[in-house]
C-alpha cells in the first residue's frame, strides 16, 4: 500500500505562482560588498513596510522595525545544481500610531508592534548558493504547504521553485502516466504517476500530483520525515524484496491512492490511463460530466444551479447492487438516484452551447440559444427535464437534455 500524507491543504499551483508574483520577486544588490541572509531580510522588511505605506487605506507611518526570529529551518542539495534553503522569518513593524494602523490579511499586534503574520501564514525566504554566497530567490508563506516535516518543506520549496520556472513541472523525469477518475460527485479528475526510483517493468510507481476537475493541481507529500528520494528508495528496497508488489503496476497504485488517500471509493475498471505520458498531457484540464435538473437560469444570468442525479441502467450493475437497487424497481429500464440535498454552481459563457430535445420523443437534440433555451425551460411548472452537462476549467461547455422514456 502506498502510504502518503494527504496534504493539510492542497495547493494549487495557480495560487503558488501568484504568490510569488506579489513577493516573491528578487531584491537588488547595488553594493558591492556581497549581502548575507540578514541583509535580504531586512531587505524584504523594508519592501514590506514601503507596501504597507502606500495603501490608500492608511496614513500610518512605520517608524521602527525589527528582526525576532531568523532562522534555517531546511536545506536540498538535489533540487538545483546547488544548495537551497529556507529561512523562516519573523519581524516587528511600530507604527506612528497602533491605535490607527489598520490590520489586513491577518496581520496581528503584540505590544504596539505589528508582526509579520498574513492571511498565508509567515514568510519563508528561499535561497541558493553561487560561489557560497547567498542568491536571494524570494518569498513563500507558511500557510501554502505542510511545513512541519521535511518532506513537506521539500514539497513547499518544490512548489515554488517550479512556480518561478527553475524547476520543471515534474518531480521524476522518465516514465508517467495520467489515469482519470471520476468523484462520486460526477466530476472528472487525474493523477500524474512516476517512476522515482527504476525506470522500466522492476520499478515502483508513484502518484507525485493530481488536478481536480477545475485544473486545480495538489503535490503530494510523502508521509515521512525523510526526503522523497530516501522515502522511495526504501519503497523499491521492500519492492525488490518481494514486499509491497502492487507498486509495480500504476494501476494499482492509482487506486490506491484514490481510494485510501482522497477518500474516493472508485472501482479499478473506472480509471482511464494514458500511457506513455508527458506532463503536458497532465496539465490539459480533462472534461467533467454532470446530469440533473436546471434552475436559477435566466437572461441576466451567467451562472445557475444544478440538482445532481445519477442516471443509472440495467447495465450499471456494480451500482445498483451497492445502492440495493432491485431490477422491479426500473421498470422503464432507468433509476434516476437523487441524494444531494444541495445545488452545483455551474457558471456559462458566451461559448456555452445549448440542446433540446424540441417535440420529444428520442429525436436528435438541437442546437439552441440561451434565450431559446431559458424560454424552453420556463413552460415547465410542474417538473424540469433532465440535462447533460459538461464541464471544463471551471465552466459549462455544453447542456445537453437528456432523452428520459
Same mark, same amino acid.
Not at 33 to 38: A, F, K, Y
Not at 59 to 65: C, E, G, N, R, T
Not at 257 to 271: A, P, R
Not at 293 to 298: D, E, G, V
Given at each position: ?9 492542497w495547493?494549487a ?5 501568484a ?13 558591492k ?6 541583509d535580504?531580510?531586512?531587505?524584504f522588511i523594508?519592501?514590506?513596510i514601503?507596501?504597507?505605506e502606500?495603501n ?22 538535489e533540487?538545483?545544481?546547488?544548495p537551497?534553503?529556507?529561512?523562516s522569518l ?15 490579511g ?9 508582526t509579520?503574520d ?12 553561487e560561489?557560497?554566497?547567498p542568491q ?6 507558511s ?7 521535511l518532506?513537506?518543506?521539500?514539497t ?8 518561478i520556472d527553475?524547476?520543471?513541472n515534474?518531480?521524476y523525469?522518465?516514465n ?25 517493468d522492476?520499478?515502483i510507481?508513484?502518484v507525485e500530483?493530481?488536478m481536480?476537475g ?14 522523497? +528520494? ?6 523499491? $528496497?521492500?519492492?525488490?524484496g518481494?514486499?509491497k508488489? %502492487?507498486?509495480?503496476? =500504476? #494501476?494499482?497504485?492509482a487506486?490506491e ?15 482511464v ?6 506532463v ?12 440533473g ?6 437572461a441576466?444570468?451567467?451562472y ?31 433509476y434516476?438516484?437523487?441524494?444531494n ?11 456555452t452551447?445549448?440542446?433540446i430535445?424540441?417535440?420529444g420523443g428520442?429525436? +436528435? ?6 434565450? $431559446? ?5 420556463e413552460?415547465? %411548472?410542474?417538473?424540469? =427535464? #433532465?440535462?447533460?452537462i459538461?464541464?471544463?476549467d471551471?465552466?459549462v ?9
Open positions: 500500500m502506498l502510504n502518503y500524507k494527504k496534504p493539510a491543504f495547493v499551483t495557480l495560487a503558488i505562482i504568490v510569488v508574483v506579489i513577493c516573491g520577486g528578487l531584491i537588488s544588490n547595488p553594493q560588498e556581497p549581502l548575507t541572509v540578514e535580504y531580510a531586512n531587505q523594508e519592501e514590506q514601503t507596501a504597507y502606500k490608500e487605506w492608511t496614513d500610518v507611518k512605520i517608524i521602527d522595525s525589527k528582526i525576532t526570529k531568523l532562522e534555517k529551518i531546511a536545506s536540498f542539495n533540487l538545483l545544481s546547488s537551497v534553503e529556507i529561512w519573523e519581524y516587528r513593524l511600530q507604527p506612528d500610531d497602533i491605535s490607527k494602523a489598520p490590520l489586513p491577518g496581520m496581528n499586534e503584540v505590544d504596539g508592534w505589528i509579520e498574513s492571511s498565508m501564514g509567515k514568510p519563508m525566504l528561499v535561497f541558493s548558493y560561489d557560497s554566497k536571494y530567490l524570494g518569498c513563500t508563506w500557510g501554502e504547504g505542510d511545513f512541519t516535516t518532506a513537506g518543506q521539500e513547499a520549496v518544490r512548489v515554488f521553485l517550479e512556480g527553475l524547476l520543471p515534474e518531480t523525469r522518465g508517467h502516466i495520467v489515469v482519470k477518475f471520476p468523484l462520486s460527485t460526477g466530476e472528472t479528475c487525474q493523477l500524474f504517476l512516476s517512476q522515482p526510483v527504476i525506470q522500466g522492476l520499478g510507481w508513484c500530483r493530481w481536480d477545475n485544473g486545480s493541481v495538489y503535490y503530494v507529500t510523502p508521509q515521512t520525515d525523510a526526503i522523497t +528520494t530516501d522515502y522511495y528508495k526504501d519503497l523499491q $528496497e521492500q519492492c525488490d518481494g514486499h508488489p %502492487s507498486l509495480l503496476d =500504476p #494501476l494499482q497504485a487506486l491512492y484514490i481510494n485510501n488517500e482522497l477518500g474516493q471509493h472508485v472501482s479499478i475498471n473506472k480509471l490511463p494514458e500511457y506513455s505520458a508527458k503536458e498531457d497532465f496539465l490539459i484540464t480533462p472534461e467533467s460530466h454532470f446530469i435538473f436546471i434552475t436559477n437560469l435566466n441576466d444570468r451567467s445557475f444551479d444544478l440538482d445532481q442525479i445519477e442516471w443509472l441502467t440495467n447495465d450499471d450493475t456494480e451500482r445498483l447492487m451497492e445502492l440495493d437497487i432491485k431490477p422491479d424497481e426500473m421498470p422503464d429500464g432507468y434516476i438516484y437523487n441524494p440535498n444541495y445545488p452545483m454552481y455551474c457558471q456559462v459563457t458566451e461559448q452551447q445549448y440542446s430535445i424540441n417535440g428520442e429525436a +436528435t437534440p438541437e442546437s439552441v440559444t440561451k434565450e $431559446e433555451f431559458i424560454e424552453y425551460l413552460q415547465y %411548472s410542474d417538473f424540469s =427535464p #433532465l440535462f447533460r459538461i464541464t471544463k471551471g465552466y461547455q455544453s447542456i445537453i437534455e437528456q432523452y428520459v422514456p
